[in-house]
């Protein structure tokens, strides 16, 4: 557990480190601001062993700080003029003998879609870390089914409100759904699925000489990207302790730019997991060799662009795939960054539904 501890406070500091030098680089005429909120909702029982142990309300607090960027980059003005910044956040899942607590800090992105002088309606995008107190232990805490490692990923899709209250003070409701699991790198691993409201107020130190520059656009390109993406993957399939297998992925990818900063497209992708033998023999599937166990399957693609760094989302039906479990969509989100001109990093979450499958790490490589 001391391991965990001083892992997760190593990724912490590192991701609060690189959330402040994201803010440093830029105009120092930014609106800036800090904001506390609270939260309160809802863990689903989306598996039906959860029912006994999610019966209470989510409550959380949380203390963020950012900035509004300025525009001195071309995605900026293509987006609105986001806000950016980090959240540290503390969850009561509602039972603490059990679930306990959590600790987290997330990275965010928020994106403005609509608004007046006195209100705004954005779209809120937030991939972070926890610590989670209570976790999986046969003899200790068997019930918890939900999490088995203290170091987990969590997820926050939200659509945010912003009243304005002053030129100093706004009023801020939110509408979340979160998302908290190991991706079955170690099992027990349901994961926890919850949708909150969340209420606070944001204090804005806004600079007299502030000016939101407009970089001019380029033109949206007419050139389609065609990338070959490849990666691996560790995942667990059953109780905690047991073994560990690999899963490998290709995926050929053909992107058309939809507006500057926007591309969409679609991709082919071959998924071979390792622990599909084990399946098939629990289930009676018939297969002549391993290679018949593979996955294929097509998907939507649709990648924004933020200077280096770009999120992608897929939303894909498996065309092939001879042990289903009924699984037929597959959905992956993840982070690329531009390493080099045609090549990037990739780090992915590739889920069935609302069920976590696996972290990717892979590499793209651009072909044209």
């Given at each position: 557990m ?5 892992l ?18 830029s ?11 609270g ?11 959860l ?7 989510l ?19 293509a ?6 910044g980090?959240?540290i ?9 059990i ?9 965010f992105i ?9 209100y705004t309606?954005?779209?809120?995008v ?26 987990n990923?969590?997820?926050l899709l939200?659509v945010?409100n912003?009243?304005?209250i ?17 991706a ?20 804005k ?16 390109s ?13 995942k ?9 297998y ?16 926007t591309?969409?497209g679609?991709?082919?992708d ?9 399946i ?7 297969y002549n060799?391993r290679?018949e166990?593979?996955k294929?399957?097509?998907a ?9 760094l770009?999120?992608?989302?897929h ?18 989100i993840?982070l ?7 090549l990037?990093?990739?780090l ?12 990717e790490?892979g ?6």
């Amino acid at each position: 557990m001391n391991k965990a501890k001083n892992l997760f406070l190593s990724l912490l500091i590192t991701l609060i480190l690189s959330t402040l030098k994201l803010s440093a680089n830029s105009d120092s005429t930014q609106l800036q601001f800090v904001q506390l909120s609270g939260e309160m909702g809802k863990i689903w029982a989306h598996d039906t062993r959860l029912a006994p142990i999610v019966s209470k309300p989510l409550k959380g607090l949380s203390f963020s700080f950012g900035e509004r960027v300025s525009g001195y980059k071309n995605w900026h003005s293509a987006y609105k003029f986001p806000l950016v910044g980090g959240e540290i956040s503390v969850y009561d899942f509602g039972n603490s003998s059990i679930l306990g607590y959590s600790v987290g800090f997330n990275p965010f992105i928020i994106f403005p879609i609509a608004g007046t002088s006195k209100y705004t309606l954005g779209l809120k995008v937030s991939p972070g870390l926890n610590y989670v107190s209570k976790v999986y232990n046969l003899t200790k805490n068997p019930t918890n089914i939900a999490i088995s490692t203290h170091i987990n990923a969590q997820i926050l899709l939200g659509v945010e409100n912003t009243f304005r209250i002053s030129n100093h003070i706004d009023f801020i409701v939110g509408l979340n759904m979160i998302h908290v699991s190991n991706a079955t790198f170690q099992k027990p691993n349901t994961g926890l699925n919850s949708t909150s409201v969340s209420a606070g107020l944001r204090f804005k130190k806004q600079s007299s000489k502030q000016k939101y520059s407009s970089v001019s656009l380029s033109k949206t390109s007419s050139k389609r990207s065609l990338n070959l993406h490849v990666g691996s993957a560790i995942k667990e399939i059953r109780e905690s302790g047991g073994r560990k297998y690999e899963v490998y992925y290709l995926s050929t990818e053909l992107l058309y730019p939809l507006t500057s900063y926007t591309n969409v497209g679609g991709s082919i992708d071959a998924f071979y997991d390792g622990s599909s033998h084990q399946i098939a023999s629990e289930l009676g599937v018939n297969y002549n060799n391993r290679v018949e166990l593979g996955k294929i399957g097509a998907a939507t693609c649709i990648e924004l662009k933020l200077d280096r760094l770009s999120v992608i989302g897929h939303l894909g039906v498996y065309a092939y795939n001879r042990i289903r479990e009924g699984n037929y969509l597959y959905q992956r989100i993840g982070l690329r960054y531009k390493l080099a001109q045609h090549l990037s990093a990739n780090l992915g979450l590739k889920t069935h539904l609302n069920v976590a499958d696996h972290f990717e790490l892979g590499i793209v490589f651009r072909l044209n």
